[in-house]
Antibody, heavy 120, light 108 residues
Framework: QVQLVESGGGVVQPGRSLRLSCAASGFTFSNEGMHWVRQAPGKGLEWVAL????????YYKDSVKGRFTISRDNSKNTLYLQMDSLRAEDTAVYYC?????????????WGQGTLVTVSS | EIVLTQSPGTLSLSPGERATLSCRAS???????LAWYQQRPGQPPRLLIY???RRATGIPDRFSGSGSGTDFTLTISRLEPEDSAVYYCQHYGSSPLAFGQGTKVEIK
């Protein structure tokens, strides 16, 4: 079945780096755009970044531009989020989600999320 | 950038009652790019409705969506205990994705 599995979260000190991964299965990963969306504890959903199906274009939330980098390896069916210069306000559960090109680009499949805690 | 505002913040209803959730956009959006999600505690969002009114696979028909322009509605016709969750509207199809702040539905 269609599945997304995130990994790489953990506790990290402010100013340090972390790389998240999202392993995709059950669909043709190289055909679909992918997003990262985060959710701070007790808060709502917040979009972080988008990468097009072939990696040709990338888009970021203003507050993470220059600190976060979204990338993908279509040969490994894996999405990444490199997070540098982490801040306390980046603490959240990070979800990867796919755009379904056959359904008006709706984000129809979500992973279970991985928790990132930025704390000294 | 589109801003979505949901109301009410919390809805407390009894099983079998009808729930009406509102989502208002800061500017007119295409109905092709408006979705609703359900999120239970500790779970990822689950797609309920997309293209304003189309139910996602496996979603019961007591969930329905409607609206156009700047005003959209999610209706749960007969509440069941498992409908207790936070519901988010979303504008998709471009970046940034926009989410409403959520409506919490409590079942008495």
């Amino acid at each position: 079945q269609v599945q997304l599995v995130e990994s790489g979260g953990g506790v990290v000190q402010p100013g340090r780096s972390l790389r998240l991964s999202c392993a995709a299965s059950g669909f043709t990963f190289s055909n679909e755009g992918m997003h990262w969306v985060r959710q701070a504890p007790g808060k709502g959903l917040e979009w972080v970044a988008l990468i097009r199906y072939d990696g040709s274009n990338k888009y970021y939330k203003d507050s993470v531009k220059g600190r976060f980098t979204i990338s993908r390896d279509n040969s490994k069916n894996t999405l990444y989020l490199q997070m540098d210069s982490l801040r306390a306000e980046d603490t959240a559960v990070y979800y990867c989600t796919r755009e379904n090109g056959g359904a008006h680009l709706v984000t129809d499949v979500w992973g279970q999320g991985t928790l990132v805690t930025v704390s000294s | 950038e589109i801003v979505l505002t949901q109301s009410p913040g919390t809805l407390s209803l009894s099983p079998g009652e009808r729930a009406t959730l509102s989502c208002r956009a800061s500017q007119s959006v295409s109905s092709s790019y408006l979705a609703w999600y359900q999120q239970r505690p500790g779970q990822p969002p689950r797609l309920l409705i997309y293209i304003t009114s189309r139910r996602a696979t496996g979603i019961p028909d007591r969930f329905s969506g409607s609206g156009s322009g700047t005003d959209f509605t999610l209706t749960i016709s007969r509440l069941e205990p498992e409908d207790s969750a936070v519901y988010y509207c979303q504008h998709y199809g471009s970046s940034p994705l926009a989410f409403g702040q959520g409506t919490k539905v409590e079942i008495k």
